[in-house]
């Protein structure tokens, strides 16, 4: 098994990050629960949460699961794209890209979109596994896709941001940046929104992939963007979060933590708060308003993962392998579980599982009351 170690170093140009899937309605998955990828579920758990089963992959596990309705489909650096039966853990099916794969599943229509390192993006049967087409592109997909307005959105190492037909494969139109684009792109107010590691947070028309909007943030951003009420939320390699008013577009408020780390972590945004992990091992909820810090919950390791965020709780986990859920009001502990190995991917919760993989290569899935493998 390869070590987690020994793919850190890359950063924006070669970056690696770790992003949150919480579930969506029954017949689709999409990356941060939403085209607008707040990172909100409308789950509700139990503070018993339990280990319920596990099953292990072949290589590290850097990416959030997809759950649709009684399965769970998880990528793994080993190549491999699994589909497992919710309720037990035990295989479905397998797909072999025999490539790395480090960006979560989109399922939408009974259709699982990703992309692989080796630049080729996958159309497979979400039932049986059956490939329905693939797309090649010139750089490695680190980007997990989006689906909005008949359009399947996703970057790629070779400085394009893409829109492909869902039902064909073929191109609808490309945009050009000016680096890699490695953040998942966001939608709201008919625009495709995608920060990158040339900088800029750019608006892309949905309808012809014309650029409206080229915000520039100064830095390589990693992170993808948050949109809620006409703002986007993310992170910088600059060690700052940035509140964003898009109808200008223009930077409304900074939060710079003490200690000099770069974001790799993309935020969660309900109505009130902007939560987000850090590579000072602290994890910070912010005003969405104003910025300001309302809450922070240390961990003993950096947070690269993506929290996922409830009515009541905040769920994510850290390097130093165990997983948090945490009181969204005041961020007080109210569960965690040690795995016993880094957790870098983030926690995906749907029909009353939260489940998670490890570097290890564990996917785990716990239920209230669930038993112990």
Same mark, same amino acid.
């Given at each position: ?39 909100? #579920? ?78 080729? @993006? ?7 596994? $059956? ?11 680190? #980007? ?9 959105? @996703? ?20 945009? $050009? ?62 060690? $700052? ?19 000099? @780390? ?55 986990? #850290? ?16 569960? #965690? ?37």
């Amino acid at each position: 098994m390869k070590r987690l170690s020994d793919r850190w170093a890359i950063a924006c140009p070669a970056l690696l990050l770790w992003l949150a899937l919480p579930a969506m309605a029954a017949d689709w998955s999409s990356f941060r629960g939403d085209a607008a990828l707040t990172g909100v #579920s409308s789950e509700t758990l139990g503070e018993d949460l339990a280990p319920r089963w596990t099953f292990e992959a072949e290589d590290s596990i850097e990416s959030a699961a997809a759950i649709v309705g009684d399965a769970v489909y998880v990528s793994s650096l080993d190549g491999r794209l699994y589909a497992l039966a919710l309720a037990t853990g035990e295989p479905r099916w397998t797909y072999d890209t025999g490539s790395e794969i480090k960006s979560s599943p989109l399922i939408y229509d009974g259709t699982v979109y990703f992309g692989d390192e080796a630049g080729t @993006f996958h159309a497979l049967d979400a039932t049986g596994g $059956e490939v329905r087409w693939t797309y090649k592109t010139d750089g490695g997909i680190s #980007s997990s896709a989006t689906f909005a307005e008949g359009c399947v959105l @996703f970057g790629s190492y070779d400085q394009f941001l893409y829109c492909l037909d869902p039902e064909r494969g073929t191109e609808r139109w490309k945009l $050009e940046t000016e680096n890699y684009v490695h953040a998942t792109p966001a939608v709201a107010g008919g625009r495709a929104w995608v920060a990158g590691c040339d900088g800029y947070l750019r608006g892309v028309d949905l309808a012809d992939g014309s650029q409206s909007v080229a915000l520039e943030l100064g830095t390589y951003v990693a992170a993808s963007a948050a949109i809620r009420g006409g703002r986007a939320f993310v992170g910088t390699f600059d060690n $700052e979060m940035l509140g964003i008013d898009l109808a200008e577009p223009a930077i409304r408020w900074r939060y710079r933590p003490e200690r000099e @780390f770069p974001f790799y972590s993309s935020a969660a945004v309900s109505e009130e708060l902007v939560v987000v992990g850090g590579r000072d091992k602290i994890i910070h909820a912010l005003d969405a308003k104003s910025g300001e810090l309302r809450w922070s919950f240390a961990t003993p390791a950096r947070v690269d993962a993506s929290p996922v965020l409830t009515a009541q709780r905040a769920y994510v986990g #850290s390097l130093s392998g165990h997983l948090y859920a945490l009181d969204l009001a005041d961020g007080s502990l109210v569960w #965690s579980y040690e795995t016993g190995s880094p957790i870098v991917a983030s926690p995906s919760l749907g029909h009353g599982h939260l489940v998670v993989g490890t570097s290890d290569g564990l996917v785990l899935a716990f239920t209230s009351g669930g038993t112990s493998p």
